[in-house]
């Protein structure tokens, strides 16, 4: 058991008569006090003529302050009136059956709300003051539209060139791909059911969609001038020099050109490691932008020099990262990138400027969407995948596959890799293309192939040891990882093959 704590006993004491007569005595003397100096008029207390000596109240006062007693009490009465004339409304309404319960409740209940309020305010506030009140509303309102009034009056003008002037085109999809069959939807060849996320329902029509729109937006290497020949190409002048005493010319050569793209490469893979999807649509977008001012009037050859070359690609790496990417990166942070030579409103107005140039037409597919259809077709693994997309990485860098079109460079990097697969025996073309994408794309002989995989297979031949080009390092290092399947190292050990099909 517990042990009781003993607590000390509070004795309180009993009062005593001499005690309960002092606190009376004291209670009396502040209730005296309290009377003397506050004074109050109450007309319950007022009895008779006697009393108004001793208050010092005359009987003019005494009614003037019955009067404003009444005045108040018909206000209140009034009130009390009209909130009886509500509740039996209410009454009322509640026991008839008939009505529609609550919604009929609901607005009895506000329309007499609303009775009773101007009827108080009309008992209330004298008429002067009233119509001051309505006068002072009726100034407010005309000084102060109402929200309606103030969209009715302005009217948004409705830019109908800009609109005629990006109108779209209407495009004749030509058939390529034809649509699957019910038996080819339902299980592939392992009997499986096809992953649904691969849209096999309409996969036919994006395909020729994306056939039609690579046609619709070509380009030419013709924007371009190697360094070392003369041609008639138009030069672009630079800014005057520091002295003010001479210029000289400047022109976009394919230098230049493999110069910045290695830097979007650099960027996109080693400094913020974005998709490769995001890098393949802004190298697309610096080309086309580049042929636009280099070939039409309004934009001119002035504008593109080598001091806005690096601020065009970083204008078109920001609407690259906007398209593909959910989040992107900072303007600042590209700021900062190209060591603060430009400014934030400048890369703005840049990346304005391509979007007016380009039409807002941001649609030209890419070798990467192509890739993975044809290796979806031809059932490819991880190896075959990772050298094609090492392949078309590496085609960002050629100049001559620039006026390749899209699903030429795809096919090429599927007919090489599944090449290279294979290197004890003779591949035919059979092998390398075999005839589920003979039926399924455009290419159907090796000679409509032939051209790409002899200019990949060159470029591939001339720079895959890094030697000659410095931008292809960052590729082939990228490629060297085991998640990629090593496929820069694969090329390497079959440059043999390579060398054979460069050739050809």
Same mark, same amino acid.
């Given at each position: 058991?517990?042990?009781?704590?003993?607590?000390?006993?509070?004795?309180?004491?009993?009062?005593?008569?001499?005690?309960?007569?002092?606190?009376?005595?004291?209670?009396? *003397?502040?209730?005296?006090?309290?009377?003397?100096?506050? /004074?109050?008029? $109450?007309?319950?207390?007022?009895?008779?003529?006697?009393?108004?000596?001793?208050?010092?109240?005359?009987? $003019?006062?005494?009614?003037? +302050?019955?009067?404003?007693?009444?005045?108040?009490?018909?206000?209140?009465?009034?009130?009390?009136?009209?909130?009886?004339?509500?509740?039996?409304?209410?009454?009322? *309404?509640?026991?008839?059956?008939?009505?529609?319960?609550?919604?009929?409740?609901?607005?009895?209940?506000?329309?007499?709300?609303? @009775?009773? #309020?101007?009827?108080? !305010?009309?008992?209330?506030?004298?008429?002067?003051?009233?119509?001051?009140?309505?006068?002072?509303?009726?100034?407010?309102?005309?000084? +102060?539209?109402?929200?309606?009034?103030?969209?009715?009056?302005?009217?948004?003008p409705i830019p109908v060139q800009i609109l005629d002037k990006y109108a779209a085109e209407e495009l004749t999809i030509e058939i390529i791909e034809q649509a699957l069959t019910?038996?080819?939807?339902?299980?592939?060849?392992?009997?499986?059911?096809?992953?649904?996320?691969?849209?096999?329902?309409?996969?036919?029509?994006?395909?020729?969609?994306?056939?039609?729109?690579?046609?619709?937006?070509?380009?030419? =290497?013709?924007?371009?001038?190697? =360094?070392?020949?003369?041609?008639?190409?138009?030069?672009?002048?630079?800014?005057?020099?520091?002295?003010?005493?001479?210029?000289?010319?400047? /022109?976009?050569?394919?230098?230049? +050109?493999?110069?910045?793209?290695?830097?979007?490469?650099?960027?996109?893979?080693?400094?913020?490691?974005?998709? $490769?999807?995001?890098?393949?649509?802004?190298?697309? %977008?610096?080309?086309?932008? %580049?042929?636009?001012?280099?070939?039409?009037?309004?934009?001119?050859?002035?504008?593109?020099?080598?001091?806005?070359? $690096?601020?065009?690609?970083?204008?078109?790496?920001?609407?690259?990262?906007?398209?593909?990417?959910?989040?992107?990166?900072?303007?600042?942070?590209?700021?900062?990138?190209?060591?603060?030579?430009?400014?934030? @409103?400048? #890369?703005?107005?840049?990346?304005?400027?391509?979007?007016?140039?380009?039409?807002?037409?941001?649609?030209?597919?890419?070798?990467?969407?192509?890739?993975?259809?044809?290796?979806?077709?031809?059932?490819?693994?991880?190896?075959?995948?990772?050298?094609?997309?090492?392949?078309? !990485?590496?085609? %960002?860098? !050629?100049?001559?596959?620039?006026?390749?079109?899209?699903?030429?460079?795809?096919?090429?990097?599927?007919?090489?890799?599944?090449?290279?697969?294979?290197? =004890?025996?003779?591949?035919?073309?059979?092998?390398?293309?075999?005839?589920?994408?003979?039926?399924?794309?455009?290419?159907?002989?090796?000679?409509?192939?032939?051209?790409?995989?002899?200019? %990949?297979?060159?470029?591939?031949?001339?720079?895959?040891?890094?030697?000659?080009?410095?931008?292809?390092?960052?590729?082939? /290092?990228?490629?060297?990882?085991?998640?990629?399947?090593?496929?820069?190292?694969?090329?390497?050990?079959?440059?043999?093959?390579?060398?054979?099909?460069?050739?050809?």
């Amino acid at each position: 058991m517990r042990p009781s704590i003993k607590r000390q006993s509070i004795i309180i004491p009993r009062p005593t008569k001499a005690s309960l007569a002092r606190q009376s005595k004291i209670r009396n *003397s502040i209730l005296v006090s309290t009377t003397n100096t506050l /004074k109050p008029i $109450q007309n319950e207390q007022i009895k008779s003529e006697n009393d108004l000596s001793t208050i010092g109240l005359n009987k $003019q006062q005494v009614q003037a +302050r019955r009067s404003s007693a009444i005045a108040k009490n018909n206000i209140v009465f009034k009130r009390r009136r009209s909130f009886h004339k509500l509740a039996v409304i209410v009454s009322g *309404s509640s026991l008839d059956n008939s009505t529609g319960e609550g919604e009929t409740l609901k607005q009895v209940i506000v329309a007499s709300l609303t @009775e009773n #309020v101007k009827k108080m !305010d009309l008992v209330e506030q004298p008429k002067g003051k009233t119509s001051t009140n309505n006068d002072n509303k009726e100034n407010r309102a005309s000084k +102060r539209p109402t929200i309606s009034s103030a969209i009715r009056k302005k009217v948004i003008p409705i830019p109908v060139q800009i609109l005629d002037k990006y109108a779209a085109e209407e495009l004749t999809i030509e058939i390529i791909e034809q649509a699957l069959t019910n038996e080819e939807l339902q299980t592939d060849e392992d009997d499986e059911p096809i992953d649904p996320t691969y849209a096999m329902d309409y996969v036919a029509d994006i395909m020729n969609l994306l056939y039609t729109l690579e046609k619709k937006y070509p380009i030419q =290497s013709t924007f371009l001038t190697t =360094s070392s020949s003369a041609t008639s190409f138009p030069s672009t002048t630079m800014a005057t020099m520091a002295n003010g005493s001479a210029t000289r010319s400047w /022109k976009l050569t394919t230098k230049h +050109r493999t110069i910045v793209v290695g830097w979007i490469i650099q960027l996109f893979y080693a400094r913020f490691h974005l998709s $490769q999807d995001a890098m393949h649509i802004c190298v697309g %977008l610096l080309d086309r932008f %580049l042929q636009q001012c280099m070939n039409s009037s309004t934009a001119g050859t002035s504008f593109v020099t080598q001091k806005n070359l $690096q601020l065009i690609a970083v204008a078109a790496f920001l609407i690259a990262a906007k398209v593909e990417e959910t989040h992107h990166p900072p303007v600042d942070e590209l700021v900062y990138v190209t060591d603060h030579t430009y400014t934030s @409103e400048q #890369v703005k107005r840049m990346e304005k400027k391509i979007l007016h140039e380009l039409r807002f037409e941001l649609n030209r597919p890419t070798s990467l969407q192509f890739l993975r259809r044809y290796s979806f077709i031809s059932s490819a693994g991880d190896e075959q995948h990772a050298i094609g997309k090492f392949l078309i !990485d590496m085609a %960002l860098l !050629d100049v001559s596959c620039i006026g390749l079109a899209p699903s030429l460079v795809a096919a090429s990097a599927t007919y090489i890799a599944r090449c290279l697969l294979h290197p =004890s025996q003779p591949a035919t073309f059979e092998q390398c293309w075999p005839s589920e994408l003979q039926q399924r794309s455009p290419y159907k002989t090796f000679e409509s192939l032939s051209n790409g995989i002899r200019i %990949l297979a060159q470029f591939l031949d001339k720079n895959l040891t890094g030697n000659n080009c410095k931008e292809c390092e960052i590729l082939i /290092k990228r490629y060297e990882h085991e998640q990629l399947s090593q496929a820069s190292l694969y090329c390497v050990q079959q440059r043999a093959l390579i060398r054979q099909l460069a050739s050809e």
